[in-house]
């Protein structure tokens, strides 16, 4: 209705503009598919393509806040952050904002800014206001609060690497061409290896700092890794791509050290993946492509990046001294699959 052309305003003051409400038939005055709107794929694939894009911020969003969040006010933040903030961010890039205006533009290929910086902000801003889970935190003492099931975890990331290659070689927009093809295989080279990098990097420092190799740290190196690479996944050696999602996977490890230290409590560890690595990722794109700018790279993780946290303050703050946001101690202790939906998700035997 609304989040699609905010995105693409057409012509505007490059920091905010709209197009108009919901959404245009992509069709010729004769009933023909109208292919005029742009060289490679059509208006409706834009659409697909870009909806999914606004999906993966808000599913960033509630693995932080799990297992403690009302369930109405997460739904009621998702659709004005991500119906609205978010598209406003992205058109000051993709819509030819003021990002793309910039003597050298702002480069993010897939949005390690654009879309996990704004999820990972959002997750950061709720967490520190929900508080965290009851029993996190004790005397000081950082308390494990296991998984149910380790390898549905390891099967979860196994379909995100995969959908990655969607996120990451969808962004080439076409596959019209052999240029676009070349351009696809070395995106989803690059991705992959990536990931590879991610996953490699925490698996060791785990290992060289307990003596114990950390499965859920790993996969969430892999996605640190995947995060890392999105902001410019073309351009890269192979051996580049290796080293900037190795370097996703180390900020991984230490940015979640870093949250236990401040007694924040991420569920799902998605703030070290998302944000910390979506900024390295932006912040590295220079060190690969000749074309961009550490200084242009900067001005787009400081705008985004500024702009997301104000705005997600002011959201969760206010839901948070109105409705309220977490649940009761009651009905965390029971659990919200069963307080919020009245599912059980998992059946309990006598």
Request: include cysteine.
């Amino acid at each position: 209705l609304v989040g699609f052309n905010l995105m693409y305003p057409g012509e505007f003051n490059g920091f905010l503009g709209f197009a108009g409400f919901g959404l245009e038939s992509p069709l010729t005055a004769a009933g023909a598919l109208d292919l005029t709107y742009s060289e490679g794929y059509t208006y409706w694939t834009d659409f697909l393509f870009q909806g999914m894009f606004a999906a993966t911020a808000a599913t960033i969003v509630s693995g932080a806040v799990a297992e403690r969040i009302k369930i109405f006010p997460f739904m009621i933040f998702v659709i004005i952050y991500v119906g609205l903030i978010y598209p406003i961010a992205g058109s000051w890039k993709w819509g030819g904002g003021f990002l793309q205006e910039l003597e050298t533009p702002f480069y993010d290929f897939a949005g390690s800014t654009l879309v996990h910086s704004v999820g990972g902000w959002a997750a950061l801003v709720a967490v520190c206001l929900l508080g965290s889970r009851i029993g996190k935190f004790k005397n000081g003492k950082i308390q494990a609060i296991p998984g149910h099931n380790i390898p549905l975890a390891t099967a979860g990331v196994l379909i995100l690497w995969l959908g990655w290659f969607g996120f990451n070689g969808g962004s080439q927009l076409a596959l019209g061409t052999f240029d676009d093809a070349v351009a696809i295989s070395t995106i989803f080279i690059n991705t992959n290896l990536a990931a590879c990098g991610g996953v490699m990097v925490a698996a060791i420092v785990p290992r060289l700092l307990s003596g114990k190799t950390d499965v859920i740290m790993m996969l969430n190196g892999a996605i640190g890794g995947l995060v890392a690479i999105t902001a410019e996944p073309l351009a890269p050696s192979p051996l580049a791509a290796i080293l900037i999602g190795g370097v996703g996977g180390l900020i991984v490890v230490l940015g979640t050290k870093l949250l236990f230290a401040f007694k924040i409590d991420d569920v799902v560890g998605a703030i070290p993946a998302h944000l910390f690595a979506g900024i390295w990722g932006t912040l590295a794109v220079p060190l690969t492509n000749a074309d961009a700018s550490f200084s242009a790279q900067l001005v787009g993780v400081l705008a985004v990046n500024i702009f997301v946290f104000i705005v997600a303050y002011i959201i969760w703050a206010i839901m948070k001294n109105t409705m309220g946001i977490r649940l009761s101690k009651e009905a965390e202790k029971l659990g919200t699959d069963v307080a919020e939906t009245g599912v059980i998700a998992y059946a309990i035997r006598d």
